[in-house]
């Protein structure tokens, strides 16, 4: 079983990709392809792994969700 660590007040968790496309409900392929054409929030890289800031994406989802609104 993961542990899962509390963040202290205005530090964002850091998502996967998949946490991200769990987020959207889009699926992981919908998400490369949106990454490729640089639609996406910018990634923090951490090594080789690839992390988006929560606050980023629940704000791009807000973007977006607006954008349909209007």
Same mark, same amino acid.
């Given at each position: 079983?993961?542990?899962? $660590? *509390?963040?202290?007040? /205005? +530090?964002?968790?850091?998502?996967?990709? *998949?946490?991200? !496309? =769990? $987020?959207? /409900?889009?699926?992981?392929?919908?998400?490369? &392809?949106?990454? *490729?054409? /640089?639609? $996406?929030? !910018? !990634? +923090?890289? $951490?090594?080789? #792994?690839?992390?988006?800031? &929560?606050?980023?994406?629940? %704000?791009? +989802? =807000? =973007?977006?969700? !607006? %954008? *349909? &609104? #209007?």
């Amino acid at each position: 079983m993961h542990k899962v $660590l *509390k963040l202290p007040s /205005g +530090i964002d968790r850091l998502l996967t990709m *998949k946490e991200f !496309a =769990q $987020l959207t /409900g889009m699926s992981l392929s919908w998400h490369y &392809e949106q990454k *490729k054409q /640089g639609k $996406l929030p !910018a !990634a +923090i890289c $951490l090594g080789r #792994a690839r992390r988006y800031r &929560e606050s980023d994406v629940l %704000a791009w +989802i =807000q =973007q977006h969700s !607006a %954008a *349909k &609104e #209007a």
